[in-house]
């Protein structure tokens, strides 16, 4: 399985950014997905994540009602859509695949960087 995250950039307090995820080498259906970011100095913490169908999703605290995460199937993706941006939202963003009933995330992909300038 490979990831291909993208979407990354540079945005001002308040903008808005999608990051994408390419999925391959897989069966896409076969796995939960989710999104990561990691700060300078900071450890990995979780954003989001999101059920084979995409029927569950779940989120962050800190990013509850500003971020939404979706897939679709039929394109092996899955979407992170940033809004209301925060300084302190800046980070890598990575995304991970999560065979279905595991606990684990088996795969990662490289991560994408996004900065939020005040």
């Known amino acids: 399985v490979q990831l291909q995250a993208s979407g990354g950039g540079l945005v001002q307090a308040g903008g808005s950014l999608r990051l994408s995820c390419a999925f391959s080498g897989g069966t896409f259906t076969n796995y939960g997905m989710g999104w990561f970011r990691q700060a300078p100095g900071k450890k990995r913490e979780f954003v989001a994540a999101?059920?084979?169908?995409?029927?569950?999703?779940f989120y962050a605290d800190s990013v509850k009602g500003r971020f939404t995460i979706s897939r679709v199937n039929s394109k092996n993706t899955v979407y992170l859509q940033m809004n209301s941006l925060k300084p302190e939202d800046t980070a890598i963003y990575y995304c991970?695949?999560?065979?279905?009933?595991?606990?684990?995330?088996?795969?990662w992909g490289q991560g994408t960087q996004v900065t939020v300038s005040s």
């Open positions: 999101i059920s084979w169908s995409g029927g569950s999703t």
């Open positions: 991970a695949a999560q065979l279905a009933g595991t606990a684990e995330y088996d795969y």
